[in-house]
């Protein structure tokens, strides 16, 4: 089955998980627009609509998730402040994406331009391998690749992006050099990594954990181990100080009135608190953040940095 069908089948289980509640409208009987600047089936889809189903339920707020993918999210992102500044319209975000895209010569958007209100989730990085490939661990990884500088490959999703970075880091860390192979999406990513046409992929613990019979996980960039992968040990156990992955929130116009923005930071929060899809999406992987609108400031002064320097080691610091 592919991965896009997986993350189909897991957004129907949210929309099945818990009965129906009665709740006070929040906003409009008017649907929001919730634009995720990615192609459907992947992690920010999946989740939106698990919002989009949680907001109905719960609150009796309508919430239409609609797909625009094009340029890595730029297409949109570069849109986000031309959107109506009245609640009706949030936009899908990511970091390090929204950091590293305007990079690029060709960006349609600077940092600066992304409004963002909330934050609801990361996806740590994860090292895998093809199940049938000859590195069983980590260390067999390492001691490979700096047996074969420059030889040895890693794909991704897109360029610019936190597969991309997170590449960069393991190169740094891990003192060896390997290269980046860029996919278009995770199907292809998926069928190369287990067909090993590449010696490896940096994703993310989610998609290590629906493809735990076809993969090999060697790390992932969490806290902790994850329960359903016991074996598998975090960075850190390796001696690796690397605890990231992409996040996951969203935005809107900056000319919104600031109390809609607070207000809709409070709301996806509230989201965000639902026990029931807490439990699933925990359990396959995502972890679940709480980062409103009056954190924003220092969550942005804190990554931001951290993404340069990664930036830096990929040679991609300026235009």
């Known amino acids: 089955m592919k991965t896009a069908h997986r993350f189909a089948i897991l957004a129907m289980a949210f929309a099945l998980a818990a009965p129906p509640l009665a709740g006070a409208q929040v906003f409009s009987e008017k649907p929001i627009q919730y634009i995720i600047p990615f192609p459907a089936g992947g992690e920010s889809d999946v989740v939106a609509r698990m919002q989009s189903d949680t907001s109905m339920r719960l609150y009796k707020q309508p919430m239409v998730v609609l797909n625009k993918p094009g340029a890595g999210g730029g297409v949109v992102w570069g849109q986000l402040n031309n959107y109506a500044p009245d609640a009706s319209v949030i936009v899908g975000i990511n970091i390090p994406h929204i950091v590293l895209q305007p990079l690029q010569d060709a960006s349609q958007f600077k940092t600066s331009d992304i409004n963002a209100i909330y934050y609801y989730h990361f996806t740590p990085d994860a090292l895998m391998v093809s199940a049938n490939s000859p590195y069983k661990t980590y260390q067999d990884f390492v001691d ?15 360029q610019y992006s936190a597969n991309h970075m997170a590449t960069e880091r393991l190169n740094k860390l891990a003192g060896v050099k390997v290269e980046y192979v860029p996919f278009k999406g995770t199907g292809d990513l998926i069928s190369s990594l287990i067909g090993m046409h590449v010696d490896g992929a940096m994703g993310y613990l989610p998609l290590a954990i629906q493809q735990k019979e076809k993969v090999r996980t060697l790390a992932v960039a969490s806290e902790t181990r994850h329960p359903a992968l016991p074996d598998v040990p975090t960075f850190r156990e390796l001696g690796l100080e690397w605890v990231d992955g992409a996040y996951r929130g969203i935005g809107m116009p900056k000319s919104t009135p600031i109390e809609l923005q607070k207000k809709m930071s409070d709301f996806m929060a509230k989201l965000n608190a639902e026990p029931e ?6 359990e396959a992987g995502f ?3 709480d980062i409103p609108l009056d954190k924003m400031g220092a969550f942005m002064k804190e990554k931001t940095p951290i993404i340069m320097e990664d930036a830096k080691n990929a040679g991609i610091t300026g235009k």
Do not use: Q, W
């Open 144 to 158: 490979a690749a700096r047996k074969n500088p420059g030889k040895m490959s890693l794909a991704g999703s897109g």
């Open 277 to 282: 899809s807490r439990k699933r999406l925990e």
């Open 287 to 289: 972890v679940l953040v």
